[in-house]
């Protein structure tokens, strides 16, 4: 599950970042690309701190884990949704900060929160595998397609339809999380059950963080001894 998650969103990053760099390519002038990238990215960097500091926490003790795990690929449909209509440089540069302030903040964290009730062997053979393979392939996957869509439909007004695509991909990305909830509680209650972690609300884990401010785990989960 955590596998098909982040290939479904290095697939997603990669066809936004596209629409992005082409949609301010399009409509800035050459001389202004490096004001205004500079100016996408601190808003976007901002944007993650306060998503970080003031919603991240909120939204996984009171939704949860899997719950927070949807308001990236919620956020990121709407964006694409908004720039098939309307896809115009505001719309193109706000496809960066809904990707990015949302990727480093709450999604990163719920990410991290689903290896806690993972035994250590499987955890880092997972990890293992996801980080060498799934990503990797995922981006070169997403950015062959991405160099196949837009050179058979050549011109800005087409990088839109990419958005057609990206959409299916974050319908089967939130479906997928739908599909993880039920796995995900049934090994946080195992897990609570044989003593591995504390006792917590099912899908009701705050963060690893948590964890390890209670001297419970280390940042890589690991017990302390």
């Known amino acids: 599950g955590i596998a098909m998650l982040v290939g479904l969103y290095e697939m997603v990053s990669t066809m ?5 760099t082409s949609t301010v390519s399009h409509f800035v002038a050459e001389e202004d690309l490096g004001a205004h990238f500079s100016s996408v990215f601190a808003f976007t960097n901002f944007i993650a701190v306060l998503v970080q500091l003031f919603l991240t926490r909120w939204v996984l003790v009171r939704m949860g884990v899997t719950s927070a795990l949807l308001v990236l690929p919620a956020a990121a449909l709407l964006g694409e949704a908004g720039f098939v209509l309307l896809p115009g440089l505001l719309l193109g540069s706000l496809l960066n900060t809904l990707d990015n302030a949302f990727a480093y903040s709450i999604n990163q964290s719920s990410k991290e929160a689903l290896y806690v009730p ?6 880092y053979q997972g990890k ?9 392939s995922s981006k070169a996957i997403a950015a062959l397609l991405s160099l196949l869509l837009t050179t058979a439909l050549v011109g800005f007004e087409n990088t839109r339809w990419l958005s057609v695509i990206v959409l299916a991909l974050l319908i089967v990305w939130m479906m997928v ?28 884990l ?5 964890l390890v401010a209670e001297g419970t785990t280390t940042p890589t989960g690991e017990e302390h001894k």
């Not at 936004?16 to 992005?20: G, L, T």
């Open 128 to 136: 293992a595998f996801i980080d060498i393979l799934v990503l990797r």
């Open 16 to 20: 936004m970042d596209y629409q992005f």
């Open 177 to 204: 999380i739908r599909n993880i909830r039920p796995i995900y509680n049934r090994m946080v209650a195992t897990a609570t059950a044989s003593g591995d972690i504390p006792l917590v609300a099912v899908d009701k």
């Open 206 to 210: 705050a963060s690893v963080n948590e």
């Open 118 to 123: 993972v035994k250590q062997e499987v955890k």
